[in-house]
Each structure stands twice: as structure tokens, then as C-alpha cells.
């Protein structure tokens, strides 16, 4: 037989494809769902249907193949992250391309895998009793346009490092940087351990398609990340659903502070990304005593201040009346960079400045909206307790994350007591709160109302309990 270039790739790739360490993918399910080329699908049936047949060889594989998937998108989103955080830029026209780079680059590879797994045992008289957190199957996620890449690319590493397949309905500002990073995934998979579609993405997302995945008998466990009134839709659902809500956090700065550390924490954390992440400082309550100094160490650590009559120039134009009469923020300004919003406010910020601030009344709309721009308004209050009642009044219930600067560890526990909030981060930016300076993994969906908190791949597990009777006990 003539041994033809061909004929040995064939056989390299039949060999490779038998190993599952590479060469074109199979899935070995019969016809692939129509439409579909590198995991992005034309509708929310097709996408869930590639994702099951996907599951189905995916739960046979070793625990090495789900390391290698994951190590994959962790790989392509440190290696590619200028390209894929500038097209994330380009696309949405929110943020800012450093910290977008930063999310993909610096925040991603904490993004916990296989190693996050575990078993729990008893082990007794009666034998042995084991806790497995085993895979559900297809999971349907629903990503926010603040974090579109970001947060698809920690929630795949979560749930395929416990042995789902997953579904994803990205926000439609933000789809298309989405669906080119699961063909970049889904490729690299691929090559690394021969399946496909282990992350499905619906390629042009609507509202409709979004419902048709919360409705799929296909799909075991939801998975949402956004504001509002997706949050509401989600808990209505009859699906079982993680939901990773809206948040508004609040600071309060003591007298007792570091208030060098806290305005450049503050600084920090509200000018990340333009102040999209749900995190992020949204509003300060500072005590009297240090209120002028620490307004002073913010100017002096890259905010820029501006006048009452400033901010009344940037609050019309921030927020607009809906035809309920409520406001609402306008979306032209959400992630705009803190010079825009200096101009629209009538000054000229210099150079470097990363976010606009100023004192404001505590009714004030920007204290009471979750405003995703890097504007941070100031409140002088008498003392700590009217701080913590007011920093709770201002987060609206939604228990998601808060921020404290002081020393005073009775004042660590009230505020953190009152709060009753997912994060509390204590003398440091926000992003401290997702391992980001300080200890702790991360994630891009902490789950408030649904209690899961920072998710990690145990989110997405079902435990599995296995008693051996009388045995297989070793001591
Ligand atoms: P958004 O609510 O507008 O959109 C989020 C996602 O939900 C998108 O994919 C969107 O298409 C979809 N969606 C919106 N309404 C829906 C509905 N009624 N039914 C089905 N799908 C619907 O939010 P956004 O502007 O993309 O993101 C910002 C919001 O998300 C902020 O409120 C922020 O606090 C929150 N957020 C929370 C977390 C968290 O981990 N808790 C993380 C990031 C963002």
C-alpha cells in the first residue's frame, strides 16, 4: 500500500482522536444539530442539543481531559487578551481597555478548576461513606454585557472543571465577542482532547432566546448573571437557578481610618473598568471628623472634584425620567471614561484622572442608583452608626457586597452584621473581595439571592453520596 501524506494524517489523527488528545472532534453522537461550526449555534435548541450530545462523551473522560479544557481558555484568554479585551471594547463601547485586558490576562487564571474538586468521606465502624460532587449535565448561562467575555470564559472554567457542558445566551451588546471566544475555546478543546461543543453560545441573542434556554428541558441548571429584572425572571423560573444579581455597594470610612489606604482603595476599586463591575465603590458615607481630609487624599490619589453646580450639570444628564415618573441611568453614559463625565459637567479633568467625585446629599440620585461610571459621591455624616444605617438604606436589600475603612473592630462587626451582604471587604479596594489583593478565588457571578455566593466549580456540582457497609476502612 502507498503511503500517501494523507493516508498518515488520517491515521495520526484516528490515533489521536482514539487517545482524546486531539485531531478533529466526533462526539461520536451520530448528526451534529444543524447550523452550528465551533460551538456557536443559530438558536437556543441547537445550541442545547450540541451541548447534551457533548456531555455525553464528555462524562467518560478523565478528570486530566477536564483539566486540559480548562487550561485551554485559561491559556487563550492570558495569551490573547489584548486582542479579545480591545474587540470586547470595540463591541460594547463600555469600560476601559487596560482593565478589560487586566480581566481577561490578571483575573482569569484565578478562576478555580479540577483542583478545586473535592470528596468528602466518614469513615467508621460501618465502613465508608463518600460525598462526590458529580457533574449536572448541560448548564444554560445568561452573561451581562459589563464583563461579556470575562464572564463566560469563569464560568466555563467552573463548570467544565466539574464535567458540564454549558449553554450560553450572552447580552446582545456583547454577543459577539462571546461567540469568538468560544470559537477560539472550543477549537483549542478540541486540538487538546478531541470533543466539541463543550461551551455552545446562540449566536444572535434576543430576549426570546433567552427565555427558550430558562424553558429547555435540555438545560439542568440556570445560571444568571445580570441587573434586575433578569434577576427577578430568574428566581420566578420554574428551572433551578443560580442567580448573580445587581448590587450598589456602599463605603463607609470611620473616623479610626487609614485615610491614605481608603482613598486609594476607593480610587482603586470605583475606577475599575469605568465602574461596571457589580462590586465596584458606588457611593461613600465618610464621618465629619475626616470628611475634608479624606476628600483632600482622593484628589491627591487620581480623582478629580467637582462643584455642586458641576454635579447638578452631570446628574441631568445622567439620569432620565421614565414615563413612571421613576429615573433611570442613562445608558449613553454607563462605563464612559471620568474625563467624558467631567466635560459633561462643564470642567476640564487633567490627565490621569480616574474617576470624578463630590459631596452630595444622601437622597441623592447617584447614592441611590447603581450608576456603573466612574462619578462617586461623597455623604458627611455625624458618626459611624448614621454611616452603616444610611450604606444600608443605599444597597437596597440586595445583600451583595459592601466596604469598609477603619480600624475599629467593633465597627467591623456592626457594619458587617447590618449589611448581611454576600462581600464585605475591610481596608481595601472592592476587587479585594475576588482575590484581587487580597486572599480568596474569583468569580464574575457572585450569587446573592440564591445564597451560592463566589461561584466555584462546587456550584455546579450535585453531590453524590456512596456508603461501602462494612468495609474499606483502613485504620
Ligand atoms: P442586564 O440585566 O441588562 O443583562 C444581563 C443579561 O440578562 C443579558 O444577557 C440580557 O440579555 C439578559 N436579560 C435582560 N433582561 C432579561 C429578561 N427579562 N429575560 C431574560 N434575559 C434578560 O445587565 P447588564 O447591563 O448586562 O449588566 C449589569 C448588571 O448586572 C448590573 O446590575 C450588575 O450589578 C449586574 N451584575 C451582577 C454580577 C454578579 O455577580 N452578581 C456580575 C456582573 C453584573
Redesign the pocket.
Known amino acids: 500500500m502507498e503511503m500517501t501524506e494523507d493516508l498518515i494524517r488520517n491515521v495520526i489523527q484516528q490515533v489521536l482522536t482514539q487517545m482524546g488528545t486531539g485531531g478533529p472532534a466526533t462526539n461520536g453522537a451520530g448528526p451534529r444539530p444543524s447550523g452550528g461550526k465551533d460551538g456557536v449555534y443559530p438558536t437556543a435548541d441547537a445550541a442545547v442539543l450540541a451541548a447534551e450530545a457533548a456531555f455525553k462523551h464528555y462524562r467518560k473522560r478523565p478528570l486530566a481531559c477536564r483539566r486540559k479544557a480548562v487550561e485551554c481558555i485559561r491559556t487563550i484568554c492570558v495569551e490573547q487578551a489584548e486582542e479579545l479585551g480591545r474587540m470586547e471594547l470595540d463591541e460594547t463601547k463600555i469600560g476601559r481597555l487596560d482593565h478589560k485586558i487586566a480581566k481577561l490576562r490578571d483575573a482569569i487564571p484565578r478562576a478555580p478548576g479540577v483542583e478545586y474538586l473535592r470528596t468528602d468521606n466518614w469513615s467508621g465502624d460501618d465502613g465508608i461513606t463518600l460525598t462526590d460532587y458529580a457533574p449536572f449535565g448541560v448548564i444554560g448561562a445568561?452573561?451581562?454585557?459589563?464583563?461579556s467575555l470575562p464572564?463566560l470564559a469563569g464560568n466555563a472554567i467552573n463548570m467544565l472543571a466539574a464535567g458540564n457542558t454549558v449553554v450560553v445566551?450572552?447580552?446582545?451588546?456583547?454577543a459577539k465577542v462571546a461567540a469568538e471566544g468560544v470559537r477560539r475555546f472550543n477549537r483549542a478543546i478540541r486540538q487538546a482532547i478531541g470533543l466539541d461543543d463543550l461551551i455552545t453560545i446562540i449566536e444572535t441573542?434576543t430576549?426570546e432566546s433567552?427565555?427558550a434556554l430558562?424553558d429547555h428541558k435540555g438545560v439542568r441548571l440556570l445560571v444568571?448573571?445580570?441587573?434586575?429584572?433578569?434577576?427577578?425572571?430568574?428566581l420566578a423560573s420554574k428551572r433551578r437557578a443560580v442567580v448573580?444579581?445587581?448590587?450598589n455597594p456602599p463605603v463607609v470610612v470611620d473616623a479610626t481610618a487609614d485615610l491614605e489606604n481608603a482613598a486609594r482603595s476607593i480610587v482603586a476599586g470605583a475606577a475599575f473598568d469605568n465602574n461596571?463591575?457589580?462590586?465596584g465603590e458606588k457611593q461613600v458615607f465618610a464621618v465629619s471628623e475626616v470628611f475634608d481630609k479624606l476628600m483632600e487624599a482622593v484628589g491627591r490619589h487620581g480623582g478629580f472634584r467637582l462643584a455642586a453646580a458641576q454635579i447638578d450639570a452631570l446628574t441631568r444628564q445622567a439620569f432620565t425620567q421614565g414615563d413612571d415618573k421613576h429615573f433611570h441611568v442613562n445608558k449613553d453614559l454607563?462605563g464612559r471614561d471620568a474625563a467624558v463625565l467631567a466635560k459633561i459637567a462643564g470642567a476640564e479633568a487633567p490627565k490621569g484622572t480616574e474617576i470624578v467625585y463630590g459631596e452630595t446629599g444622601a437622597d441623592h440620585l447617584f447614592v441611590e442608583h447603581?450608576q456603573?461610571m466612574p462619578f462617586i459621591p461623597f455623604v458627611r455624616v455625624p458618626d459611624v452608626d448614621r454611616a452603616i444605617d444610611l450604606a444600608h438604606a443605599s444597597e437596597h436589600g440586595y445583600g451583595?457586597t459592601a466596604i469598609l475603612h477603619s480600624r475599629d473592630t467593633s465597627v467591623m462587626s456592626r457594619m458587617g452584621r447590618r449589611m448581611d451582604c454576600t462581600v464585605f471587604v475591610i481596608n481595601g479596594p472592592s476587587t479585594a473581595g475576588l482575590g484581587l489583593g487580597g486572599e480568596g478565588v474569583l468569580?464574575?457571578?457572585?450569587?446573592?439571592p440564591t445564597g451560592e455566593g463566589v461561584t466555584t466549580p462546587l456550584t455546579f456540582c450535585r453531590q453524590r453520596r456512596t456508603a461501602v457497609v462494612g468495609s474499606m476502612r483502613f485504620v
Request: hydrophobic share 45%.
Open positions: 445568561i452573561t451581562p454585557v459589563t464583563h464572564t445566551n450572552a447580552h446582545p451588546s456583547g441573542p430576549l433567552a427565555a430558562f444568571v448573571t445580570g441587573g434586575p429584572a433578569v434577576a427577578r425572571a430568574a448573580a444579581g445587581p448590587g461596571l463591575l457589580c462590586i454607563v447603581e456603573m451583595h468569580s464574575f457571578s457572585i450569587a446573592g
